[in-house]
């Protein structure tokens, strides 16, 4: 059975920066898409970004420029954040699915504080 596991949020001062990283246990996920999702308590789960097997990116608009999404072999994923803003506030997830259609297997969250 599939686990992610996400860590390296915290709190941290308007302009600052913060790594975030998200460990898969379970199965080897080398064909997986993963992939960063925020969501505030009470909206919507928005994508941050993905990284597919063959290294391609997307990355949301209010993020592009600011923020790297990296893979580092089969089962761990990384978020660089950089120049962050008081509105990433929030909880990050850590996701990894087969194809895009999928809801696939997801963390449990990392809280991200960004005071201004």
């Known amino acids: 059975q599939v686990q992610l596991v996400e860590s390296g949020g915290g709190l941290v001062q308007a302009g600052g920066s913060l790594r975030l990283s998200c460990v898969a246990s379970?199965?080897?996920?080398?064909?997986?898409?993963m992939g960063w999702y925020r969501q505030a308590p009470g909206n919507q789960r928005e994508l941050v970004a993905d990284i597919y097997a063959s290294g391609t990116t997307i990355y949301a608009d209010s993020v592009k420029g600011r923020f790297t999404i990296s893979r580092d072999g089969a089962n761990t994923v990384y978020l660089q954040m950089n120049s962050l803003k008081p509105e990433d506030t929030t909880v990050y997830y850590c996701?990894?699915?087969?194809?895009?259609?999928?809801?696939?297997?997801w963390g449990h969250g990392t809280q991200v504080t960004v005071s201004s």
């Open positions: 996701n990894a699915r087969r194809s895009t259609n999928s809801l696939g297997y």
């Open positions: 379970g199965a080897i996920l080398s064909n997986y898409i």
